[in-house]
Structures are given as C-alpha cells and as structure tokens.
C-alpha cells in the first residue's frame, strides 16, 4: 500500500525580524489506513505541519506529495480540489454553522464537488449515521452536546471518503466521555481505509493511535512508527 | 458522479485532479440559508435599496397614472380643436360668420362640431329678487344638443338639451355654475332668473375639462337664445373632432373655412395640448424624487457594502472552513458577491412593491386608474441588482484574499 501522504524535508518559515522557523526539516509518511498522533508543546510546530500537510498553507520548501501527487506546483484552484476531494478537516471548535441543520452541514462537506443536492444529502444521512446520529439529522448546533457536535463535523469530514482526515485537538473542548467517543470514531475511520493525523495534547487520543510523533521546536524529535503493524 | 470515478480519485495516479466546483442552484440557496440566518442584519441592510427604489417606482407609477388619467380626459386622442374669432372690443368672444360650423363640418377629417354662442350681457340669478350686481359671473351661452358628444362631456344631474327643450326657456347649469346658485339637484320647480324671465333648470353638467369656461355657464338652445336673447344666431366658438393622424391640417385650414373674409381673425387652439402642458407641469417635481431616490440607493449600496465587509472579518473562520472544503477563492467571493446582491434584490423587491403600494394609494386617493410602468419595475429591481453587485465587489475580493490557514485560526 502506498503512501496517501508524504512529506519531504519540508521548511516552513513566516516573515518578521528575525523569521520564525515553524517547521525545519521535516519528513513525513503516512500510509492509508494509518493513525497517527501529532505531539509536542504549544509551538512547536504541530498545527503548522497539519496545515501544511492540509495543503491550507503552502511550505516555504520542501515536498508535499499527496495520493503520489506533489501539491507544491498546484494552483490556489487546484489545492481546493485536493482539499475538497481527498481530505478531511476536523477542529477543535467543530466550526460548524449555526444556522444549519446537522444533515446541512455535513453535506457542506461535499458542496464544491459540484454534487446534486440530493446525493449530497443522501451521503450526509449516511456518514451521520456512521458517527450515530441518525437521530440528530435536523438539529441545529445549538440543540447539539459538544461531543455531538463533534461528531457532526467528524461525519463532515469523512462524507466524502477522503484519503486523509487531519484533526486539530478534536478532543479539546470535551469532557472525557465525549472525548472518548470521539476517539472511537476517528480510530474506527480506518476501517474503509482513510488514515487519521491527529495533532493532540490528549494522553488518551495519543494512546488510542497507532504511532506518535512527537515534535519541538519545527522538528520531529520522536516517531515510534510500528514497522509492519500498518495494515495493508 | 459515478463510485468509480471517486474510487479513481482516491487512490488514482498522479494527474491534475478534477477542479472544485459549485452550482448555481447552491450558490443562491446558500446565500438565502445566509440571509435568513441574520434576518433583522438583511432587513435593516436591504432598507436604504428599498427606499430608494420605492420611492423611484412611485414617482414614475404616479405620473404614469396621471398621463393614463389625462389620457382618458383627452379621449385618449387629444384631437380636440377650438375655433374661435377672436374677442370683441370689451373683451367678450366675438361671433363667428353663421355658415362657419357647416363649413367646418364639410372638412373631410373632421368627425363632428358643435357650435356655442356667447350670449352678451346675459346674467343667471336665483331670483329676481337678487340684485344683478350678484349674478357671480355666471355666462350665458346657446349651444347645441350634439355638444357632449363632441366635447366628451356629461350630466351630473337631469338631462342634456334635446331639440325640444332648446326651443322652450330651458337651461342647464355648469358644474361651478350650480354651485354658485346653490343648485345640486334638479326638479321640476327649480328656475333661475335668466335675463329678465325664468328659466327651468333641465340639468346640471360634471366638470368639463376640455372645456373648463363652460363650468361657469349656463347653457340655453340656439332657438331660444335668438328668439328670447336675441342672440341672432352667431355662434362664438366651435369645437370639433378631427380624425387623430388628421388634427394639424384640419387645424392649417380651419381658419379660411371658418371665416373666409377674415381668417386672419380666427383662432385655432388645441386645448388638450394645454392640459397636457399643465400636466407636465404637474410632474416636473418627478425629477427631483427621482433624484432623491437614487441618492438613496447610492446610501443604501454603501451600506450594504458596509455590512459585507463586517461580515466578512465576522465570518473569517467560516471562510477558512469553506477553503478547507474545497472552495475556491473564486468561490468565496462569489459567495460574499452573491449575498450582497440577494441583499439588494431583495430590497429592490421590496421597493417595488413599496412603490406600486404607494402608486395604487395616491391613485385611488385621487380618483386616477393605477399604473405601475412594467420598465420601472425591471429597471428598479435591475438598478438594485447592480448597487448590490457593486457594493459587494470589495467585501468579496477581501474575502477571496484571505488564506486558508490564516482564516481558520480566526475561530
């Protein structure tokens, strides 16, 4: 199986006096089905990776190659295909809408596929029923726990069947039970093949993956990558 | 989309992968879920569009409603002509040569005429008690029982002259003329004091627009003004009809026809030119609301602009959530465009509607039929369309401009 995800020696830098270094020299594989923590303090490049990796930002150097295809040349246009098509974002504030329903804002998952609306729908009740809420379908987020809430915009990432769902501290802004849950779902993602990178200050969601890396300072001073646990 | 076209994305070879895309249908639908989310935001933001645009609708609906009204005062046609002779040396019409009127009507366009004869120094009072110094300016004219027929008059009360009761001591009053003898119905008991005897008042007349002098008159038959008022027949003033592609060289000829010995004597008007004078007049203050109410869309366009760019630094995370999706820049800001024209759409909306309220009200205040031109309407929603386009342009260049990772981090 090959890689859905691969980062090589990869520099991100920001402007200002003197620039700051975020990442520096990184190298980054992941397979499909794979998953993977994200650690490391506040600032030491974590988010900036996954934003990299997310292709919501592009690297000062270095390549990003996702699915076998370097991004780096892409256009602006191009990368939110590459976005819209093969990954899939969860945050810590679940950035949902709140004017819309749950079915509604998983389905804006898959809006810029260009989808009728109502196979948009279909694949929304679908993926809200794979994070179970098929009872929740017209709830506003308002009227959602914030664990529910998470899991619509798990469901929202995942409606499409990406390669790659990246999460930044999906588990932030929950007890441990919904935090838990949470867990559950995005270890159970890798069943259809998708892989999972998330970046956490969790123990918990750190131990429920299947490797960590660990960062400071815009390096990866640790992987514990387990050669050959990888599934097929 | 088939499932194997998305297994073949997923897990395809390196290519140019296929490009975000958006439909239309989703684009407005998402900017309407947008709207409706913020509901007193978009009726307070769409409000100056609304205004200015009502007011624009109602000003043009109104003098359209006055044109239809003074068209149908006119007989649509406006091919009314006077014929007089002129005014003697105190100021009174002078008379017309008495073959003037079969002259006239043997001009081939001409549809019909109708002669009046001022009869001079005749007075109207109620009584003979009243003392002649308060007749109220009332005139004596004969005229002819074709006359409504040809001026496009009608009676308020009673009946018009017929050939019999234009040879006994009959009169029918104007309408400003009844009213100054105190006169508003008609029985068989009311007389007035006509020139030293008493006449039976047989009908009083609604206004005559066309013709406003014989408001003031009191109307006798042509028999009994020469019989009675010695009045020898002349008549003073002709209206006719002419065929309306006919008007000006029935008007280049009449006054030979009318008065071969001295044509240089008679006078030709078209009174529904003078009407439709007055009635421009009327509307000369369209232009100014006009202007007013383009000023108002300007504000309105620059409020809304206003709002866009608030809610664009409101909603950064959104944007950075919609570009991790999979929009475009180019889809963003279509979005931001999209909402500041519904925005403006829908107070253009709101203004026509608003306007062709305020058409319909003004013209069953005033008795006109309603007119709402259908151009005022698509150029008032046309001109919101394109305030709102403009004024989003910038929010929605701003927000296209924002990255991704940037916009995200906003939340």
Redesign the interface.
């Known amino acids: 199986m090959s890689a859905v995800l691969e980062i090589t020696d990869v520099f991100k830098s920001y402007p200002g006096s003197p620039p700051v270094t975020a990442l520096a020299a990184v190298d980054l594989e992941i397979r ?1 089905a794979e998953r993977a923590a994200v650690l490391g303090p506040s600032g030491s490049g974590k988010t900036t990776l996954l ?1 990299v990796a ?1 292709t ?2 592009r690297p000062s150097s270095g390549s990003v190659r996702i ?4 991004v780096s040349a ?1 256009s ?3 990368l ?8 899939g ?1 969860v ?1 810590q ?1 679940f ?1 949902l ?4 329903d749950a079915v ?1 804002n998983v389905a ?2 898959l ?5 009728q ?1 109502r196979d948009r729908r279909v694949a929304a009740v679908d993926a809200l029923d794979r994070v179970g809420l098929g009872h929740r379908l017209g709830h506003k987020p308002a009227q959602l726990s914030g664990g529910e809430r998470q899991r619509v915009a798990i469901a ?1 990432a995942v409606a499409g ?3 790659v769902v990246f999460a930044d501290e999906p588990t932030g802004n929950l007890d441990s039970v919904a935090g838990g849950q949470i867990i559950d779902l995005l270890v159970g993602l890798t069943a259809d093949g998708t892989a999972v990178v998330v970046v956490t200050h969790d123990p918990a969601v750190a131990a429920a993956m299947d490797r960590r890396v660990v960062m400071q300072d815009g390096r990866i001073i640790a992987d514990d990558r387990p050669e050959g646990a990888v599934m097929p | 989309m088939s499932a194997g076209t998305r297994i073949g994305l997923r897990r395809g070879a390196p290519a140019s992968p296929p490009r975000s895309r958006l439909r239309a249908a989703d684009l407005i639908l998402g900017g309407l879920l947008g709207l409706r989310a913020r509901k007193l935001r978009t009726a307070l933001s769409c409000l100056g569009i609304a205004i200015g645009i009502a007011a624009a609708v109602a000003v043009l609906g109104i003098s359209a409603s006055s044109r239809a009204n003074l068209l149908a005062e006119l007989g649509a046609e406006g091919n009314l002509v006077t014929v007089t002779a002129g005014q003697g040396f105190d100021g009174s019409p002078a008379p017309l040569p008495l073959t003037a009127q079969q002259m006239i009507a043997r001009i081939p366009p001409v549809e019909s005429v109708t002669a009046i004869g001022y009869v001079p120094g005749a007075t109207v009072r109620r009584t003979a008690a009243i003392p002649v110094i308060d007749s109220g300016g009332i005139s004596v004219y004969a005229a002819e029982p074709g006359m409504l027929g040809t001026l496009g008059g009608s009676v308020a009360a009673g009946t018009f002259l017929n050939a019999a009761t234009a040879r006994y001591p009959a009169v029918v009053l104007g309408a400003v003329a009844a009213q100054t003898l105190g006169i508003d119905r008609v029985r068989p008991d009311t007389q007035v004091y006509l020139s030293g005897r008493y006449f039976t008042v047989i009908g009083i007349l609604r206004p005559v627009p066309l013709a406003p002098a014989l408001d003031e008159a009191a109307l006798v038959g042509f028999p009994v003004a020469d019989s009675l008022l010695s009045l020898g027949g002349h008549p003073t003033q002709i209206y006719l009809r002419a065929a309306p592609d006919q008007v000006q060289p029935v008007v280049s000829v009449l006054p030979f026809t009318a008065n071969p010995a001295q044509p240089e004597g008679v006078q030709v008007s078209l009174p529904s030119s003078i009407l439709a004078a007055r009635a421009a007049a009327r509307t000369a203050y369209a232009g100014l609301f006009l202007g007013l109410g383009a000023v108002a869309v300007l504000i309105g366009a620059v409020g809304i602009a206003n709002i866009m760019v608030i809610s664009v630094l409101e909603r950064r995370a959104e944007i950075g959530l919609r570009r991790a999706l999979g929009a475009t820049r180019w889809q963003v800001g279509l979005q931001f465009l999209t909402e500041s024209v519904l925005l403006s759409a829908l107070g253009g909306v709101a203004g026509v509607l608003g306007g062709a309220a305020a058409t319909a009200g003004y013209a069953i205040a005033s008795g006109q039929p309603a007119v709402v031109p259908p151009a005022s309407v698509a150029v008032g929603i046309g001109v919101a369309i394109g305030a709102g386009a403009l004024a989003g342009v910038y929010p929605a260049a701003r927000a296209a401009r924002l990255a991704p990772a940037e916009a995200l981090r906003a939340w």
């Open positions: 499909a934003h997310g919501l930002e699915g076998g295809q370097e892409l602006d246009a191009e939110s295909a590459v976005r819209g098509r093969r990954l974002f945050f504030q950035h809408l709140d004017h819309l509604q804006l998952g809006l810029y596929r260009g989808e609306a929202r069947h990406p390669d």
